[in-house]
């Protein structure tokens, strides 16, 4: 097989996938939360085809020597943190230096040794203090004439599982290394020799769906549709896969929770070649909305309103400008901050939630994902099926965004659906009487349904009180203070994080669309919930 340029590898695969959800094939069932022991799971694409995978959390010395030395310039993850020459630590040639490659920012903590490291010499500990199976294997060493290197490594799960691992050598001398490794948090695909594969940097528990193409006609960018299986990812976000054929097929893997993966049939290591992964959200929408043998839930007949497939109703927000900001209104305070009045384009559609999200969807959004980020700590104020879901941190919030296929709006975006091209004090008009749930009020939220008086231009309800909502731009004065004009998104560099929207436990002046609420980082609040905004 000839090595191509991955961009135009991506392309075509990109291509590809978009065709093949035109008609989507069957899916396997999903597997649910990672079993522990090896899985297999028969997946049928047509009648007279099957795909069997097996999946896995287990790491066999066989896998690391697989990944770190048998595919091709990956040998370099190994990082000789020990040297034992004749029989003693050799100080003067290690540790090696760590190298950054690309994924990874880390190497695989090892000790290498000119003699031979046997089962018991070294014992490796994880992070929850719990024994694991170490990796001992041998290669050549070509920078001295070809002589074995014994070398003991931290299994590749230490790659992936994040804390401190404690290896400890006993023989032929005794020493401790004790290595702290992150999480992984770029999405990666490693290639063993044989069938076996490592996915890894997607969220928490996320499902993934996977789609095998073929390469056919020499390779020239020509890719056939082959096979799809779909299965679930442990607690740190990786597994263990093996599949036929694995070597010779490009794999698309695309995560419910908007994670998302392009491996071409060459591959051979991660290299700086390798471009960013980003997909549109509308395309993770369509590979999560498309269910063998079940319609698309229609919309409500009404062309600015729909229903999208988790059972959530959004209206239309049409491209366009508006007034942003307001310069008749000052800080109230060093948390509830106005900005400057400019014109704002928005230059693509998009739907918003007509409601906000209630407790009811969340709870849905916990059952089916069974995910941490949809624990949360409940709130005396919110705690009806049908009042908005309160006292999640921004993170949680995005996360919940992914599973239904969009994100949380930007500042303009909300701002926009609140106020439109008129652009008034508040989402109803200039004047505040009884459209919203503000402080007095009911003392706590009420239904997402309530105030259907209070409702923005496009129909959307208690964008002024009852929860605040967040938005996914941060607060940065000195981006401010550029007055950027076409879809604006303040930067998340560990800057304070936005609300907007006021709430119950606020008077009628902050529920003015132009105020936003500023806050510490990682957050969550008793009044604060979220709407999620979807590709037009």
Not at 248 to 273: L, R
Not at 334 to 361: F, G
Not at 416 to 445: D, K, M
Request: proline share 7%; hydrophobic share 35%; aromatic share 12%.
């Amino acid at each position: 097989m000839k090595i191509r340029s991955l961009t135009a590898t991506i392309i075509c695969l990109f291509v590809s996938l978009i065709a093949a959800f035109q008609t989507v094939p069957p899916l396997a069932a999903a597997t649910g939360t990672p079993s522990p022991s090896p899985t297999r799971t028969a997946t049928p694409t047509n009648l007279s085809d099957t795909l069997e995978i097996e999946l896995s959390d287990d790491f066999s010395p066989d896998l690391i020597a697989d990944i770190t030395i048998g595919t091709g310039g990956q040998r370099k993850f190994l990082e000789c943190t020990i040297n034992i020459v004749n029989g003693a630590i050799d100080y003067d040639d290690g540790p090696q230096e760590l190298e950054e490659v690309p994924d990874f920012r880390t190497q695989i903590p090892s000790i290498c040794s000119d003699q031979e490291i046997k089962a018991g010499d070294v014992q490796v500990f994880a992070p929850n203090g719990n024994q694991t199976q170490v990796a001992l294997f041998s290669l050549n060493d070509e920078n001295n004439d070809g002589h074995l290197i014994y070398v003991a490594a931290v299994p590749l799960g230490a790659f992936l599982t994040p804390g401190q691992w404690h290896i400890a050598l006993f023989n032929p001398v005794q020493a401790d290394l004790f290595v702290t490794l992150p999480r992984i948090t770029q999405t990666i695909f490693l290639r063993g020799t044989l069938s076996t594969g490592i996915l890894a940097g997607f969220q928490p528990f996320e499902q993934v769906r996977a789609f095998a193409y073929n390469e056919i006609n020499g390779g020239r960018n020509n890719w056939m549709f082959a096979k799809s299986f779909e299965f679930g990812v442990n607690q740190f976000g990786y597994r263990v896969i093996s599949l036929k054929d694995l070597q010779t097929n490009s794999v698309v893997f695309v995560g419910q929770q908007g994670s998302f993966y392009i491996s071409n049939g060459a591959f051979q290591g991660n290299g700086s070649s390798q471009s960013p992964r980003q997909v549109d959200f509308s395309t993770i929408q369509r590979v999560w909305s498309a269910q063998p043998g079940v319609n698309p839930p229609p919309n409500t007949g009404n062309t600015t309103e729909r229903v999208d497939f988790h059972g959530v109703t959004q209206v239309f927000v049409p491209a366009g400008c508006f007034l942003m900001g307001s310069d008749a209104l000052g800080d109230i305070n060093n948390q509830i901050r106005m900005h400057s009045q400019r014109q704002v384009c928005i230059s693509q559609d998009y739907w918003i939630d007509k409601y906000e999200v209630s407790n009811a969807q969340w709870e849905q959004f916990r059952q089916e994902t069974g995910s941490p980020q949809a624990n949360l700590e409940n709130f005396q104020t919110s705690t009806g099926s049908d009042t908005p879901r309160v006292g999640m941190t921004l993170a949680q919030a995005q996360a919940y965004a992914q599973w239904r296929g969009g994100h949380i709006p930007t500042e303009a975006e909300w701002e926009y659906a609140a106020r439109g091209p008129n652009a008034p004090l508040y989402p109803w008009g200039n004047t505040f009487t009884n459209q919203a749930n503000t402080y007095g009020t009911a003392g706590g939220t009420v239904s997402v349904m309530s105030y259907p008086e209070g409702a923005s231009w496009v129909g959307a309800l208690n964008m002024a009180g009852n929860a605040g909502e967040w938005v996914s731009d941060c607060y940065d004065a000195g981006f401010d203070a550029q007055m950027i004009t076409s879809d604006p998104i303040g930067p998340c560099n560990g800057s304070n994080e936005m609300v907007k929207g006021s709430s119950f436990g606020f008077n009628s002046y902050p529920a003015q669309s132009a105020y936003r609420f500023v806050n510490p980082p990682g957050r969550y609040w008793f009044d604060v919930g979220l709407r999620v905004v979807s590709p037009g």
